[in-house]
């Protein structure tokens, strides 16, 4: 597995991580979503129904006070003296004030300090005087009283004759305060309102009371409406209902944690515990993810790093190499080895070697230019990718790293020679692959092994040419001599004088098994290196021993 495929498993990893992380926090987010919405929808149910109640009480109230002040009508139909009647009424009832208008739009108080004259009433006021006087009866509230300054409820109702004619008009004013006790009763804590939608006059608060009317008087409130607000950071449920008198209406703001503390401190006990576990599970992948890194990279490093010098090792430099190959770039591929390195290790112990290899690579290391790689195959045998291709700089580059690296290890007492072939991919020439450069580079490596001293040799096409043909020859000599393919040809010798065949001389062609011969100009030169030619000339000496006795026994 090379480097690329490792990076695109921790890429896909972390792709995978990531979504699953993402698809947490979606279920997290649902989930307190879905609290959320629970809780709200419970406040709302308990703010409704309590809101509920109070318009009902509401609703009673106003109904008694009305069906009060028409028993009280009716006596004072009965009455000659208005004025002790209003007197005495006001006396006996809870009523703030009690006046009445007869049809000439007098009126009567039962204070009797008090004066106000019909032009001086409100328009509402007077528009529920003349519905009066047509026989329906009212309750409607007043912003303010023009006696006591405050909020009031006023009630109109006709006054009848005995002939069931309307005669004039009742009108008794309350104070908010019974039904403030209604709606204390009705709700459980919060803020409630009677509003016009406008102004507003509190009920029942708490300790926010401020701050909820200032964010009230802030936003546009409609009838009947189920709704939130945030008050100092946290969320208050609305809910506005029509109170039973025209154009005012009930406003009730209250906080889940006030109106439903046990199932609030549950849903956001959940929500923490979730948002904990949320976190452990983020910080567990994030973890189990860099672990994977960690050991990818650990991985790495053992099958692409060599682990005595931190050079690259073989496998990663065939891919680096081939990689820079496919870029049809020039580079050049230089094996490196060191004679009698295995009596180093013996000599000075293994340790001593070790470092030594160490301080090979780290000299060469700082004198590679970019790009450049150095790799350590095994023991003593390093290669290189350099960029330079031209003989003379690549030749003057290696010896400077000879150089540094002998000034470098000083301190070893030890002599020892570099071994250094170098093949070249230059544009002048056929391209190689790498598994022909590499076995070019050991074919230049082997002939620097053959020479005395320390020597750079350079791949030659045609003294490879000529070593592959003397392998070939070597290879196959000793099966061409079982097999006797090396056959006897005889060139005779002629006397001039009397122009006749006298002998012959015995001659050896090596047949080859697509039925071309070799000269003996191309392989005697190899046999009488390699001592083969003693075996060859005895082969020929019986050939022609068997060439003479077959003619004898011819005649």
Same mark, same amino acid.
């Given at each position: ?18 979504m699953m ?14 609290g ?34 028409n ?28 006046s009445?208008?007869?049809s ?41 009283d ?143 993810y ?13 099958a ?78 390093f290669y ?11 030749? +003057? ?15 070893? +007492? ?13 544009e ?82 090596? +047949? ?27 082969y ?8 003479? +006795? ?6």
């Amino acid at each position: 597995m090379d480097i690329n495929m490792l990076q695109k498993r921790i890429h896909k990893l972390l792709i995978i991580s990531v979504m699953m992380v993402l698809s947490i926090l979606v279920m997290a987010f649902l989930f307190i979503d879905h609290g959320d919405d629970s809780l709200n929808h419970a406040t709302y149910t308990t703010m409704n129904q309590e809101i509920d109640l109070c318009t009902q009480r509401i609703s009673s109230q106003n109904h008694t006070d009305l069906v009060l002040l028409n028993t009280l009508a009716k006596s004072l139909s009965n009455s000659a003296d208005i004025d002790s009647s209003l007197a005495e009424m006001e006396k006996e009832n809870a009523f703030t004030s009690i006046s009445y208008m007869d049809s000439q739009r007098g009126i009567y108080f039962a204070n009797p300090s008090v004066h106000v004259e019909y032009n001086e009433l409100s328009k509402v006021y007077k528009s529920k005087v003349d519905s009066a006087f047509l026989g329906k009866q009212s309750a409607f509230i007043q912003k303010q009283d023009v006696i006591t300054k405050e909020f009031v409820i006023t009630y109109i109702v006709p006054v009848y004759d005995s002939s069931k004619n309307v005669t004039g008009v009742l009108s008794a004013t309350s104070s908010l305060r019974p039904y403030a006790t209604l709606m204390k009763k009705s709700v459980y804590g919060g803020n409630l309102y009677i509003t016009d939608l406008n102004d507003f006059y509190g009920i029942q608060k708490d300790k926010e009371s401020k701050d909820v009317l200032a964010v009230l008087k802030g936003i546009d409130l409609s009838e009947r409406i189920n709704g939130l607000i945030g008050v100092n950071g946290e969320e208050h449920g609305i809910v506005v209902k029509e109170m039973g008198f025209d154009g005012w209406y009930l406003c009730y703001v209250n906080s889940a944690k006030s109106l439903n503390n046990p199932l609030y401190v549950m849903s956001r006990a959940n929500n923490y515990v979730l948002m904990v576990f949320v976190v452990v599970v983020m910080i567990l992948l994030w973890i189990a993810y860099m672990m994977m890194v960690k050991n990818n990279k650990e991985m790495e490093n053992l099958a692409y790093k060599d682990q005595l010098t931190g050079a690259v090792s073989f496998t990663r430099f065939t891919k680096l190499v081939s990689m820079y190959a496919q870029r049809n770039v020039n580079y050049s591929l230089v094996s490196l080895n060191m004679r009698r390195f295995k009596f180093m290790n013996e000599i000075l112990g293994r340790d001593k070697s070790d470092d030594f290899l160490c301080r090979v690579v780290t000299c060469i290391q700082s004198m590679l230019k970019k790009d450049e790689i150095i790799c350590r195959d095994s023991a003593d045998v390093f290669y290189l990718l350099l960029n330079d291709t031209n003989e003379d700089e690549v030749a +003057r580059r290696i010896y400077d790293m000879f150089t540094k690296i002998r000034q470098n290890t000083k301190d070893f +007492r030890y002599e020892y020679e570099f071994c250094c072939g170098v093949a070249s991919n230059i544009e002048d020439q056929e391209k190689y692959t790498f598994e022909q450069m590499l076995t070019n580079v050991m074919f230049a490596l082997a002939q620097s092994k053959e020479a005395s001293s320390e020597n750079i040799c350079f791949f030659d096409e045609e003294v490879h040419k000529k070593k592959e043909f003397e392998n070939f020859i070597e290879s196959n000599m000793q099966q061409a001599l079982d097999s006797q393919c090396f056959e006897m040809v005889l060139q005779p010798k002629m006397n001039l004088q009397t122009n006749s065949v006298i002998a012959a001389e015995a001659l050896v062609r090596w +047949r080859l098994e697509d039925g071309t011969y070799l000269p003996p100009s191309s392989f005697v030169d190899i046999f009488e290196k390699n001592r083969f030619c003693s075996k060859l000339d005895f082969y020929m000496l019986k050939k022609a021993i068997q060439k003479i +006795r077959k003619w004898i026994d011819m005649g």
